[in-house]
Nanobody, 125 residues
């Protein structure tokens, strides 16, 4: 599967953004792998942020984004969305979507099947 992330940009603290991860080469209706979002800030490791299982029944959020971010999928559009609210400067990073080797969440960086290209999110006044 090929994954394309989009929707990044510059936003003020407290603002919102929605990232999209669009899959091609496969229908998400039949796809048996979880899809998630990672982020990597300058000089730091890439870490998992959120994940949704192949059927949407299982989700994961890191402690740093729990209560502020929401992941959901639209199989008709072959897209997984990450809605980000109450953004903070520490959310600034390149965000990557990825598919898992497994059906359920969470996804570790070592359990990634396919990576998409990143999209930059900058939270600054």
């Amino acid at each position: 599967v090929q994954l394309q992330a989009s929707g990044g940009g510059l936003v003020q603290p407290g603002g919102s953004l929605t990232l999209s991860c669009t899959a091609s080469g496969v229908s998400l209706v039949d796809y048996r792998h979880a899809i998630g979002w990672f982020r990597q800030a300058p000089g730091k490791e890439r870490v998992g942020v959120s994940c949704i299982s192949n059927r949407g029944e299982n989700t994961y959020y890191s402690n740093s984004v729990k209560g502020r971010f929401r992941i959901h999928r639209d199989n008709a559009k072959n897209t997984v969305y990450l809605q980000m609210n109450s953004l903070k400067p520490e959310d600034t990073a390149v965000y990557y979507c990825a598919s898992s080797l497994e059906r359920l969440c969470p996804i570790s960086p070592f359990g990634v099947r396919d990576w998409g290209k990143g999209t930059q999110v900058t939270v600054s006044s």
